[in-house]
């Protein structure tokens, strides 16, 4: 509890407080972490902290940092997304989406074949006549491509036992409608199904064996046989899966991959179907085999199935995506990952175990690269490869959201296909920029910005932009150059930073940003007065923030109200929220508590800021009222008084009795100076008594009077 005094040394200047405050904090209060005083730093240090940027040109290895990729050459394809690819010697064919069109590309030009009558080309096989077999999303249609454009309608996938059911219920319809012609009243008829109408069935995978096209579907997950010749269709395999998504030739069998249950199952023969592996997860979206052993691309959020039915997007070909802020980045980000795509191997023994998981979520196609799998993130946009120890690389990062092809030759990726929109990146050619660029790095408040450190090899060049919004636009700075290592851009709430990789053997494996929060005034929220009656005491208490999460320590004061010193409760800075003091020495009358907030213990006298807020007036009032009283007949009239408190009540107990209220004469108690009466009892009249009068202020003061009654 702290006690007014009169002693003068108490009435310190408040400079002088502050500063003999200055040691006696540095063992009063012990600082925080985040604080406006110390600067901060963004450290990009693994391929954790740099897949949170862009990367243009750049492959990340996980221990060894940003390297130069290899050169690209991008090709634009007229499509949404590039779905499914093949190579006929120098030529590629792509199936793409949503609207169903085949395209050649040759050289650095793609050029449209065909368009078919469906929103999905899932799947190809070369003809052998210089044209393609495509399969279709919709109703299990393939159709025959040729190199000259033409399409030709080669075969509907339809289960004979499928058909045989179709057929058993048309004619079922048709009697119940010569049943229902015969009725003098018939009843409502139900919908009959259209005669043309199949139920659905997505051609995923194409595979040519010898004279049979082999064509692996959804739903329903079966694999049909078409002999090329005669095109006669059969269920070759039922995986009892929901949809079939990748076909490989095994040599003397079939190898599928399967959704919604991820199964890797081997068809040997007509019928002939058993399962190698089982995987965690929700597909198997494709397959590629290696030295002894078979890759498994398994995702584990989404299947395949809702490609039937996608949307367009508002990206055209060729064109970036539109900017995220950061919230949406992280929600992609998060979405990606739950994705959980990863490789599986199964070893021709027998063995199953996962190689790596894909830091990007999604995968959506595989190939092998000696003992390495290279593959392409279905979110993202990028290109990934790892190997048995779990270590995964970015190999390239494209603006296109998804690679959804990859095509490898004997030293490593060859071609890349995205979506969103659809490309083609021939690897090895043209001219690629190399380039980190940090995502926006944002601060709660003004930040200025300090030293860049970068660690590496070879040319590294810096420059930085700032602005005020989560997404850099126009009204950010342009990009300037470091000044020494010096970030020159102005100060703001946000920063971007990015570093150009200038020659082909240039590295980038650590980078530092340092900045420093401009210091923000910390603010009393707001202050209460409290009398304690029972101690004879008043509990002051205050409230406080600080935007920046500095220490803060406080300064007390008060005054009587009308007048302009303020004068002080303590003798250095006040490291608590509250303080109980004791009026003893205050004379009766209104007061003002005032306290300040400063943040210097954190940023020190020149840096730091300071704020102070103002109580309500409170009342000092420990006198009693004066109270008068006399009686005439059977009425006790009398008057209470107080200096500086309206009075309360006033009661009366005769001979110790229970004590009654006396009513004020004007009927309500909101005075310093009250007139009251109360109506004795009978009883009052005969023999002595004594009244005991109570008076009680708004203070809480209690005045007595003792009245004698016929003494």
């Not at 108690?669 to 009466?677: I, R, S």
């Amino acid at each position: 509890m702290y006690h007014l005094t009169k002693n003068e040394d108490v009435w310190m200047n408040l400079n002088q407080l502050r500063a003999a405050a200055i040691l006696s904090m540095a063992v009063a209060v012990v600082p925080t972490v985040a604080q406006a005083s110390q600067p901060a730093m963004w450290h990009y240090a693994d391929d954790n902290d740099f897949r949170r940027g862009t990367l243009e040109g750049l492959a990340l290895h996980p221990t060894l940092g940003l390297t130069v990729a290899a050169r690209l050459q991008r090709t634009d394809v007229d499509a949404e997304f590039v779905h499914c690819w093949l190579r006929d010697g120098d030529r590629l064919w792509l199936g793409t989406g949503l609207q169903g069109k085949v395209f050649a590309v040759d050289g650095d030009k793609a050029k449209l074949i065909a368009k078919v009558d469906a929103p999905l080309v899932a799947s190809l096989a070369l003809d052998g006549s210089g044209g393609v077999y495509a399969g279709l999303v919709g109703k299990g249609d393939i159709v025959q491509v040729g190199a000259d454009g033409k399409v030709t309608p080669f075969v509907r996938l339809v289960d004979p036992a499928d058909a045989e059911k179709a057929k058993a219920a048309a004619a079922a319809a048709q009697d119940a409608d010569a049943d229902a012609d015969a009725e003098a009243e018939p009843p409502k008829k139900k919908a009959k199904p259209k005669k043309d109408e199949d139920p659905p069935r997505h051609v995923w995978a194409l595979l040519k064996k010898g004279s049979t096209l082999y064509a692996a579907t959804g739903p329903g997950g079966k694999v049909f046989a078409v002999d090329i010749a005669s095109k006669a269709v059969k269920v070759w395999a039922e995986t009892g899966a929901d949809h079939v998504l990748a076909l490989l030739d095994d040599g003397t069998g079939l190898l599928a991959g399967t959704a919604d249950a991820a199964l890797l199952v081997r068809i040997d023969g007509e019928k002939q179907v058993r399962a190698l592996a089982s995987f965690p997860g929700a597909e198997v979206r494709a397959l590629v085999r290696g030295s002894k052993a078979v890759y498994a691309v398994v995702n584990g959020g989404q299947t395949a199935a809702p490609l039937a039915s996608l949307k367009a997007t508002p990206d055209r070909p060729g064109t970036g995506p539109t900017p995220k802020t950061p919230a949406q980045q992280k929600a992609q980000k998060d979405q990606a990952l739950k994705g959980k795509g990863a490789i599986w191997k199964r070893t021709d023994d027998g063995l199953v175990m996962r190689m790596y998981a894909s830091p990007e979520g999604m995968l959506s196609d595989a190939g092998v690269v000696g003992k390495q799998v290279l593959a392409g993130a279905a979110r993202g946009g990028r290109v990934v490869i790892g190997d048995d120890f779990g270590d995964v690389q970015s190999l390239f990062d494209l603006k296109e959201e998804e690679v959804l092809g990859v095509e490898v030759g004997p030293s490593g990726a060859r071609t890349l296909f995205t979506g969103k929109a659809a490309a083609v990146y021939a690897v090895g050619q043209g001219d690629t920029t190399a380039l980190f660029t940090t995502e926006v790095l944002s601060e709660t408040g003004l930040a200025l910005w300090g030293r860049v450190e970068v660690v590496g090899e070879g040319g590294l060049e810096v420059e930085t932009r700032s602005g005020f919004s989560d997404v850099a636009n126009d009204s950010w700075s342009p990009w300037q150059a470091l000044k020494g290592d010096v970030v020159q851009s102005p100060p703001a709430n946000a920063l971007q930073v990015r570093v150009k990789l200038t020659q082909p053997l240039s590295r980038l494996t650590e980078l530092k940003v340092f900045r420093q929060i401009a210091n923000r005034p910390p603010m009393i929220t707001k202050i209460d007065t409290v009398p304690n009656r029972q101690k004879g005491t008043w509990s002051v208490s205050w409230a406080s923030e600080d935007p920046d999460v500095d220490t803060l320590a406080y300064i007390v004061q008060y005054r009587p109200k009308g007048t302009k010193q303020w004068l002080l409760l303590h003798e250095r800075f006040y490291d608590k929220k509250s303080m109980d003091i004791s009026p003893t020495d205050m004379p009766d009358g209104w007061y003002e508590m005032r306290v300040e907030v400063t943040d210097q213990p954190t940023n020190g006298p020149r840096q730091a800021k300071a704020t102070a807020r103002m109580s309500k007036p409170f009342l000092i009032d420990r006198t009693r009222p004066d109270v008068s009283a006399v009686v005439a007949g059977r009425t006790l009239a009398g008057s209470a008084i107080d200096a500086l408190s309206r009075i309360t009540k006033v009661e009366v107990s005769l001979d110790g009795l229970p004590a009654e209220l006396a009513t004020p004469k004007d009927g309500i108690w909101d005075q310093l100076t009250e007139a009251w009466e109360l109506d004795l009892p009978l009883s009052s009249l005969a023999g002595p008594h004594t009244l005991l009068v109570q008076v009680t202020d708004d203070a809480g003061n209690t005045a007595a009077l003792r009245v004698p009654v016929n003494p």
